[in-house]
């Protein structure tokens, strides 16, 4: 069996295909830009990985295909790897303060909006102090420093369900009516970070843990990765961060220590937003919905220790 073969069972063994009334066609050269497969490759995994429908694939499928097939090429992996890659940066310190330059920008979904307005992004500990606006776009820049918190999780019910939940749930990006409801991660056993997020927390909650959802962005490379997370009242009476989605993923782009670490603590590359909804940027617009996806570009600031005179 060649490597491509190989990847292909692999991936095929893990893939649990997004259901069909959810399914959000791309086209080959989509799929192979994100895989970065030749068009053979590509064809051996609609032999033995995605499922093909008229007009090609469903994005979704395309990128666990990626993230799932061990290539190390896809872009879906390539996010992952620099996130990897941001862990080992200083030493592989995830609580010191760090201080980050940041940029943000948002377009609005209307290719004809007219409306100038906007909203700055809701991000938690961030002095912004520069804006740009304009019809259909716009973008703010400033300063934000990170800090992780450490956390050893006391309580045994959230012991338990976290234990339940890495053995019997995989991660896997899906699409956002799939990822809130958690009937249908339940049934799939695979989700997204929103998804299984969501997951344990209601777990807990019917437990009696109180607990809140949160979004945000992890830091990993200049471009951030939005993601969600939950956030636990423990017995003790302190604050643990709860982080399932990139603990299922430790096995495969990090390591047992970062699993563990995700169990209770936070990491010093993880931005909070002020509501779930935050990863997109107040706009009223007349023409879509009143909002604009953000791009969010961190760049590390070196200490004044290491800076020029």
């Known amino acids: 069996m060649n490597d491509i073969d190989t990847r292909s069972a692999t991936a095929a063994t893990a893939l649990v295909p997004t259901p069909v009334e959810y399914v959000d066609v791309v086209d080959d050269q989509w799929a192979q830009g994100q895989l970065r497969c030749s068009s053979e490759e590509l064809a051996n995994l609609a032999g033995s990985v995605l499922p093909r429908y008229s007009g090609g694939f469903d994005q979704y499928d395309v990128l666990n295909a990626g993230l799932l097939g061990g290539s190390g090429r896809s872009r879906s992996e390539l996010e992952m790897l620099l996130y990897a890659r941001a862990l080992r940066n200083y030493g592989g310190d995830w609580l010191s303060p760090q201080s980050f330059a940041v940029r943000v920008q948002a377009n609005c979904l209307s290719t004809s909006c007219t409306s100038d307005q906007w909203q700055p992004p809701p991000f938690v ?110 017995t003790d009476g302190r604050i643990k961060t709860l982080d399932p989605a990139m603990a299922m993923l430790s096995s495969r782009f990090f390591d047992d220590r970062y699993a563990a670490f995700c169990f209770g603590s936070r990491v010093n590359k993880l931005i909070e937003l002020a509501t779930p909804d935050g990863t997109y940027a107040g706009h009223p617009c007349p023409r879509r919905d009143r909002r604009g996806f953000l791009l969010v570009e961190l760049m590390p600031e070196r200490p004044a220790s290491q800076r020029s005179a």
């Open 125 to 234: 500990g961030v002095r912004w102090n520069d804006s740009e606006t304009a019809q259909g776009r716009a973008a703010w820049s400033g300063r934000l420093e990170l800090t992780g918190r450490s956390g050893k999780v006391v309580d045994e019910r959230i012991h338990r369900v976290w234990a339940q939940l890495m053995a019997n749930y995989r991660f896997q990006l899906t699409p956002l009516p799939v990822s809130v409801d958690t009937t249908l991660t339940r049934a799939r056993g695979v989700g997204d970070c929103q998804a299984i997020s969501l997951l344990l927390l209601e777990e807990l909650r019917m437990l009696g843990v109180a607990g809140e959802f949160r979004a945000g962005y992890l830091f990993g490379g200049r471009r951030c990765i939005n993601h969600y997370w939950i956030e636990v009242t423990d």
